[in-house]
């Protein structure tokens, strides 16, 4: 829904500037580049890279901080005196 604002004029959808206000800025148009669709593709294949990439560095680092939970795990309990091997026979 779009909100109509009425001047003191009673002119509906006009709004008059206000007195003392800063002359409106012009802007150059905008303009649009068009991408070959070679440039489509290499970026294309850049954020495949760099999804892959992240990927494998998150598997490593979630492997790495499981190894490092299991050896901690593991030595806090040679610690205290549990053998985990032991119930695997």
């Given at each position: 829904m779009?909100a109509q604002v009425?001047?003191?004029a009673?002119?509906r959808g006009?709004?008059s ?11 150059q ?5 068009r991408p070959s669709?070679?440039q489509?593709?290499a970026a294309?294949a ?8 992240t990927?494998?560095v998150g598997a490593?680092v ?8 299991a050896?901690?795990l593991?030595t806090i309990?040679?610690?205290l ?9």
């Amino acid at each position: 829904m779009k909100a109509q604002v009425s001047s003191s004029a009673g002119v509906r959808g006009h709004v008059s500037p206000a007195v003392g206000s800063a002359p409106t800025r012009t802007y150059q148009p905008l303009t649009w580049i068009r991408p070959s669709a070679g440039q489509v593709l290499a970026a294309s294949a850049s954020a495949l890279g760099k999804a892959w990439l992240t990927i494998i560095v998150g598997a490593a680092v979630l492997v790495g901080a499981g190894i490092v939970i299991a050896l901690v795990l593991t030595t806090i309990l040679g610690v205290l005196g549990l053998d985990a091997a032991d119930s695997y026979s």
